[in-house]
């Protein structure tokens, strides 16, 4: 029972460099999302897609790249970190989106923190 | 566009008491939902209970309930009987646009703290 996995959990990112965020699902949910959560904020999202092949910009895409080649992930990039970036990113996965109560499944989350 | 508004950054209530936490939103879409989740201080997001805009009666789940009143574009949240356990940041949720499902946007939450 994996559920919706982030990788890596930790890291910490020098200004300028890049790197991705991989969120990998074992449900066959057609929806994936993005958050950022920065501390005692909301989640925010940055993308967000609604299959395969499918992307599109949530409240705050810019800095912020997404793919979608197969099903079950969802790769979050940043090609320029920048010390606002620094935050806890979520992602989450649905076979229905929003249409249905309890049928969101949220990842434990990526702490990144850019210097 | 669509917007999530919780206007209580935090709140203090005695166990045993009832709470409301409030939210407000707007849509234009006619079909949308309405979430609550819940995150303790781990960190995780617990669901807690689910409105959805064309639903008659008012969604309840355990001590959990949601004041829907679509005309005020409010969804709050009653937690009955509060425990110290409920002690958590509160988000409220809603999701529309295509397919009336697919952007799921949050508020910025409200803290709970439960005295005993």
């Known amino acids: 029972n994996a559920g919706v996995t982030q990788t890596p959990k930790f890291r910490v990112l020098k200004t300028g460099q890049s790197m991705t965020l991989l969120c990998a699902q074992d449900m066959n949910h057609e929806y994936m999302y993005w958050y950022r959560q920065d501390p005692g904020m909301g989640l925010r999202l940055i993308h967000y897609?609604?299959?395969?092949?499918?992307?599109a910009k949530g409240e705050v895409p810019d800095g912020y790249n997404v793919s979608r080649l197969k099903k079950q992930n969802f790769l979050l990039g940043l090609e320029s970190a920048a010390p606002s970036q620094t935050s806890v990113y979520f992602c989450a996965s649905s076979y229905v989106g929003g249409r249905s109560g309890n049928t969101i499944y949220f990842g434990e989350g990526s702490w990144l923190t850019v210097v | 566009a669509q917007k999530i508004t919780q206007t209580q950054p935090g709140m203090f209530v005695q166990e045993k008491e009832a709470v409301t936490l409030d939210c407000t939103y707007d849509?234009?879409?006619?079909?949308?939902?309405l979430f609550w989740y819940k995150q303790p201080s781990s960190g995780e997001m617990i669901f807690l209970i689910y409105q959805g805009s064309y639903d008659q009666q008012n969604a309840t789940e355990g001590r959990y309930s949601l004041n829907f009143q679509k005309a005020r574009k409010s969804a709050n949240l009653v937690i009955s009987a509060s425990q110290l356990g409920d002690s958590a940041m509160y988000f409220c949720a809603m999701s529309s646009g295509y397919s009336s499902a697919s952007k799921i946007i949050f508020g910025s939450g409200t803290r709970l703290s439960i005295r005993p």
């Open positions: 897609s609604v299959g395969e092949g499918t992307t």
């Open positions: 849509t234009s879409d006619p079909s949308y939902g």
